[in-house]
């Protein structure tokens, strides 16, 4: 009898078993089953999170703009990439393993499709950042920017300065643990500093050389034109770049041969080292040099005010710092802005680059995502007069 009655327990053990794992429907599964929660990174509210268990995934376009990372989806493989200044995610939909910069690491709840927008557990990607996450009732609250403390030294491109310390600003508004110095001296300083590891992070109005590359990164963070600026009361309204080329190499000398006034040409140049400089010689004077009598000055604020009282003057100057102190002529007919930049119409279009001695970790490498984040590119790189990447 006592047999019979255990094989009887087994079986409806089996039936009941098999029962749970066919109907989605029991308290167990249901558990599991996404629920809307409220987001708060670095204090703003976002949409579209939702808690799994004890968990909390959300859409990569959260981080996006967020925390300035960049996004690709694969539908065919189910692989969503995420890249950031320092790291590399990748996360495959249905599974709880992802990858941090090729290495494998274990998330307490799957990356999963929900809404059919890919989802991935964002404890764990805070957790990989540096950042800090928490989950009250259904108020999941994450950090980065707010979060990370530390001090770092940045040097290098008066172009790019006015963009650093702004956001070095907006940073130790959000965030009294951070320390950010900004200094300028030019892109070849920032370059010379970082490859001698005196700061933490470089500044660059131009592209690194060959030789540059092969010591230390660069990351675009802005766009850029470079003008050519005149007094306002100059007649010159357009060049072509053969004209502005022989201008600078001097060998136009007097404004009559370009339609302006019976008068000798004044031409004024940054110093040796500016990447506006070596980026005007490169883009447009085919590599040789602006013409050596010419006047030097060390910032792009320095050679504007000198255009600007000087009737007979030209020179060059980044998009971000021109005014209505001096007259910006067009070049090849085309004015110089955000669309002709990104449309190549141009010929002086640039990027603008912070630099690092290897991967930028930390602060430094924090200091960079929230330059591309939308937010800084809105209210940093197009109000300081600049370009923005997306």
């Known amino acids: 009898m006592k047999k019979l009655t255990s094989r009887r327990v087994l079986a409806l053990l089996i039936v009941a078993i098999m029962i749970v794992a066919a109907f989605p429907g029991t308290a167990a599964a249901a558990s599991a089953s996404p629920v809307a929660v409220t987001l708060k990174a670095d204090g703003a509210t976002v949409s579209g999170a939702y808690k799994v268990g004890s968990e909390v995934l959300v859409p990569a376009s959260v981080l996006s703009n967020s925390f300035g990372a960049s996004t690709s989806y694969s539908s065919s493989s189910k692989n969503m990439t ?15 393993s992802f990858k941090l910069n090729g290495s494998s690491k274990k998330a307490g709840v799957k990356a999963q499709l929900v809404n059919k927008k890919p989802m991935i ?52 508004y959000s965030n009294g643990n951070l320390s950010i110095a900004v200094a300028g001296g030019g892109s070849g300083a920032g ?11 470089g500044m660059s109005s131009r592209d690194l050389t060959p030789a540059e590359k092969s010591k230390i990164k660069a990351y675009p963070i802005a766009r850029d034109a470079i003008c050519i600026i005149v007094h306002p009361s100059n007649k010159v309204k357009n060049l072509t770049k053969d004209q502005a080329m022989k201008i600078f190499l001097g060998q136009i000398t007097n404004w009559k041969d370009v339609g302006g006034a019976n008068a000798a040409i004044i031409i004024k ?20 040099s602006v013409k050596s009598t010419s006047t030097n000055y060390s910032s792009s604020a320095t050679l504007l005010n000198a255009v600007a009282k000087d009737k007979n003057a030209i020179g060059y100057d980044s998009l971000g710092y021109v005014n209505s102190k001096v007259k ?34 930390g602060v430094s490498a924090m200091f960079i995502d929230y330059l591309r984040t939308p937010s800084a590119q809105q209210k940093i790189i197009a109000t300081e007069g600049y370009i923005r990447l997306k």
């Not at 995420?82 to 709880?96: D, E, N, V």
């Not at 989950?135 to 950090?143: E, M």
């Not at 500016?274 to 590599?287: C, H, V």
């Open 191 to 201: 370059v010379n500093d970082t490859i001698a590891g005196t700061n933490n992070l």
């Open 82 to 96: 995420i890249k950031m200044t320092a790291h590399t995610f990748s996360f495959k939909m249905g599974t709880a």
């Open 121 to 172: 557990p964002v404890k764990a990607f805070m957790n990989c950042i540096g950042g800090s996450y928490s989950l009250s009732g259904k108020t999941c609250t994450i950090k980065y920017f707010t979060a990370l403390k530390g001090s770092i030294k940045i040097t290098g491109s008066t172009t790019v300065q006015p963009i650093a310390q702004s956001a070095a600003s907006l940073l130790r």
């Open 328 to 361: 910006v002529l067009t070049l090849n007919k085309v004015k110089p802005s955000a669309a002709t930049v990104k449309n190549n119409s141009y010929l002086l279009g640039r990027n603008l680059y912070m630099l690092s001695k290897g991967t930028p970790k």
């Open 269 to 288: 140049n940054r110093e040796v080292g500016s990447g506006t400089r070596a980026t005007l010689e490169e883009l447009l004077l085919d590599k040789k």
